[in-house]
């Protein structure tokens, strides 16, 4: 949350979700404008504070080989499309994902979260590099939009966040869209997910908007949000 500590909000729901003291691998690689070890040194500092040893993936030769050893994951944010193709350079993607959907606890913060989806297609972020491909991890089965906002600005003639996500179910009529507020967490395990903190709004094609607040249980599908 703006004007809070780093991770100060989540720090609870991390306490709660990681339990005692774990080895977590860190993936900064969303990082662009901050260097990977000050990324690292910050976000090591938070998750110490909490009782965990984090250690960079960026740091290790074999990332592949170095995730293996630890207790859990988290994908900082930044640009979603460097940390995309990050992952897709060393390989990360699939080792990632074969490792979470063995039941490795997965943090991912903005673009993190990003990356979590079956694609990046519902990111904030301007395309500042190429991809391979827009297909992310598919740890959940929906679209995630971080840092949603309904608002509209004065004077702004650029679309609102609601027609930018409008736009992409106009191509993607399938797709179910989780635009997150901040200060709120989805918190995924099995086939269900709880909704935490302020809430979210769920954007169906041709179908109003359905604002969901915190605390709610729901299927992963979101097909009773």
Same mark, same amino acid.
């Given at each position: 949350?703006?004007?809070?500590?780093?991770?100060?909000?989540?720090?609870?729901?991390?306490?709660?979700?990681?339990?005692?003291?774990?080895?977590?691998?860190?993936?900064? %690689?969303?990082?662009?404008?901050?260097?990977?070890?000050?990324?690292?040194?910050?976000?090591? &500092?938070? %998750?110490?504070?909490?009782?965990?040893?984090? %250690?960079?993936?960026?740091e290790e030769k074999d990332k592949v080989k170095a995730l293996k050893?630890?207790?859990?994951?988290?994908?900082?944010?930044?640009?979603?499309?460097?940390?995309? /193709?990050?992952?897709?350079?060393?390989?990360?993607?699939?080792?990632?994902?074969?490792?979470?959907?063995?039941?490795?606890?997965?943090?991912?913060?903005?673009?993190?979260?990003?990356?979590?989806?079956?694609?990046?297609?519902?990111?904030?972020?301007?395309?500042?590099?190429?991809?391979?491909?827009? /297909?992310?991890?598919?740890?959940?089965?929906?679209?995630?939009?971080?840092?949603?906002?309904?608002?509209? =600005?004065?004077?702004?003639?650029?679309?609102?966040? &609601?027609?930018? =996500?409008?736009?992409?179910?106009?191509?993607?009529?399938?797709?179910?869209?989780?635009?997150?507020?901040?200060?709120?967490?989805?918190?995924?395990?099995?086939?269900?997910?709880?909704?935490?903190?302020?809430?979210?709004?769920? %954007?169906?094609?041709?179908?109003?908007?359905? &604002?969901?607040?915190?605390?709610?249980?729901? /299927?992963?599908?979101?097909? &009773?949000?």
């Amino acid at each position: 949350m703006p004007g809070e500590a780093y991770l100060g909000w989540p720090e609870e729901h991390l306490r709660q979700f990681l339990g005692a003291g774990k080895r977590i691998a860190f993936v900064p %690689f969303a990082a662009v404008t901050m260097s990977l070890d000050d990324y690292t040194k910050k976000t090591q &500092d938070a %998750f110490a504070a909490l009782g965990h040893e984090l %250690f960079s993936l960026h740091e290790e030769k074999d990332k592949v080989k170095a995730l293996k050893t630890a207790d859990a994951v988290a994908v900082g944010g930044g640009n979603s499309f460097q940390l995309l /193709r990050t992952l897709y350079s060393t390989e990360l993607v699939r080792a990632i994902r074969v490792r979470v959907m063995g039941g490795l606890p997965y943090v991912g913060w903005s673009a993190g979260s990003n990356v979590a989806c079956p694609t990046i297609m519902t990111t904030n972020d301007m395309p500042i590099t190429e991809v391979p491909t827009m /297909r992310g991890l598919g740890l959940v089965p929906f679209q995630i939009n971080p840092h949603y906002i309904e608002a509209t =600005i004065a004077g702004h003639g650029g679309e609102s966040r &609601d027609q930018r =996500i409008g736009e992409y179910l106009a191509l993607n009529p399938r797709a179910v869209v989780a635009g997150l507020r901040e200060g709120s967490l989805l918190h995924v395990k099995g086939d269900h997910l709880t909704v935490e903190g302020q809430g979210m709004r769920v %954007f169906r094609h041709g179908k109003e908007p359905n &604002d969901v607040a915190g605390g709610v249980q729901l /299927r992963t599908s979101l097909a &009773d949000a």
